[in-house]
């Protein structure tokens, strides 16, 4: 199965989960044993991720785990919709974040979101292992270069 234009279209994440949701989750939670468990509920959010897009091109370097990325540009709306997975569940849940954060926004809107302010809001760097960091780093470095190209086309 290949992923339609209406598979990144239905995400949920950036559209009926917003970054108010997020940030409100996170500061509502005392401590980071239940905020791993809002982030594992996040990424359980991801929608299906078509088999046949987890190859080479779609995966997304510098992850400890496994993470594939494909995108949708839609040229009627000028906005950029991404659909991302992983095989373990809490880069699942660091992608959902990723994608509340950055789904459905034009590729200019997305170049200049200041999304290092939301992960040092959400206080993730001192909160996941140096690895995982640079993998979230990875899979936003990754959606830049996207939204970059398609903003130059």
């Not at 034009?106 to 040092?120: G, N, V, Y």
């Amino acid at each position: 199965m290949t992923a339609s234009e209406q598979d990144f279209l239905d995400n949920p994440l950036g559209k009926d989960t917003t970054l108010e949701d997020v940030v409100d989750g996170f500061e509502f939670l005392d401590d980071w044993e239940e905020r791993y468990a809002f982030i594992i509920d996040l990424g359980k959010q991801l929608p299906p991720f078509p088999d046949d897009e987890r190859r080479e091109e779609n995966y997304v370097h510098g992850c400890q785990s496994q993470v594939w990325l494909i995108h949708h540009y839609d040229e009627q709306s000028g906005r950029l919709y991404l659909l991302i997975d992983s095989d373990a569940i809490i880069v699942r849940g660091l992608a959902a974040i990723i994608l509340v954060a950055l789904n459905g926004k034009t590729p200019r809107e997305l170049l200049a979101t200041d999304i290092d302010e939301l992960f040092e809001r959400l206080d993730l760097f001192r909160h996941i292992s140096p690895t995982r960091g640079n993998g979230l780093r990875a899979m936003v470095g990754r959606i830049r270069d996207i939204a970059a190209e398609t903003a130059a086309a």
